[in-house]
């Protein structure tokens, strides 16, 4: 089985994608990205797909009930930020609140993922990910929640896109067991490379 | 006073020409910036892909290459979604 840093590694080229792809939206306006219809559905259906292939990730990497809990969390966000996305590029949603599920699928996750550390900062790199993710994910919120109110918003849509690649660099930089900053705790283990 | 105004206008329309321009080289460099960070980070951190020093590793080590598929994303990105963004952008500056 595929250690759980490569996991994250997977996971973190789903996040540049979809950073890159909103950065673009934010390039060049929403009006000439949703000239063709498969790129509307681009952005929301990546989303949705990564909330599909976390199931997979929650049953096999079960070591702990929180664990699962908070991969099964990110799941259910996932597909439900991306969801009602695709509800809104397909038009079969109108409402521009809709776009609340995306601050509910920050919120949610950051959340999950600040309650499922249950080290300090410093113990290795993965703690420190872990938090730093949490925290980014949470003010993050910050972004859709702007998009929901101004859904043209250039600095709503270019923060978001910041998040997503933040996070992908983040999700990138973890590791099993590999200090931060000097520290690793001697509870942590051996670094394996 | 007209001339004041024609001239302002030119400007304007410089300015939004000069926009137009820049983003089309934006969303291509996109795909660029992800490729040149991939490429920079295997050179920083080698030990990061298995594939230079493959032996006595399993698959899944093997099929980890970190800086490779920041790569892979960048040129995805770059051949499939920015050139019809860039056609589309020419077409409605």
Known sequence: ??????????????????????????IVGSEVW????????????????????????????????IHMVAHGSWAQVLMLAGGSELGLAAGKLHSRW???????AMLVSGTAFLVHEQQ??????????????????????????????????????????????????MLFADRDTAPIFGHLSTYAGVPHR | MNAELAHERLEQARERSRVAS?????VLGIGWTAVVAGILWAVVQPWRL???????????????????????????????VAPSLVRDLERRP
Do not use: D
């Not at chain 1, 929301?44 to 702990?64: I, Q, R």
């Open chain 2, 22 to 26: 820049l983003r089309p080289k934006l």
């Open chain 1, 120 to 169: 300090h900062w410093l113990f290795n790199r993965a703690a420190w990910l872990h938090h730093a993710l949490g925290w980014t994910l949470v003010a993050g919120a910050v972004f859709p929640l702007l998009r929901a109110r101004r859904p043209r918003s250039t600095l709503a849509l270019g923060g978001f896109a910041t998040v997503l690649i933040v996070v992908a660099v």
């Open chain 2, 50 to 80: 298995t594939i230079l020093h493959p032996f006595h590793q399993g698959f899944w080590w093997l099929l980890a290459e970190p800086p490779l598929y920041v790569v892979v994303a960048g040129l995805v990105y770059r051949f499939l």
């Open chain 1, 98 to 104: 809709w776009r609340l599920c995306s601050v509910l």
């Open chain 1, 1 to 26: 089985m595929p250690h759980a840093e490569m996991v994250h590694w997977w996971f973190a080229t789903g996040f540049l994608l979809l950073g890159m792809l909103a950065l673009a939206e934010t």
């Open chain 1, 34 to 65: 949703g000239l063709r219809a498969w790129r509307r559905y681009l952005l929301p259906g990546l989303m949705f797909a990564m909330g599909v292939l976390m199931w997979p990730v929650m049953t096999f990497y079960t070591n702990s009930t």
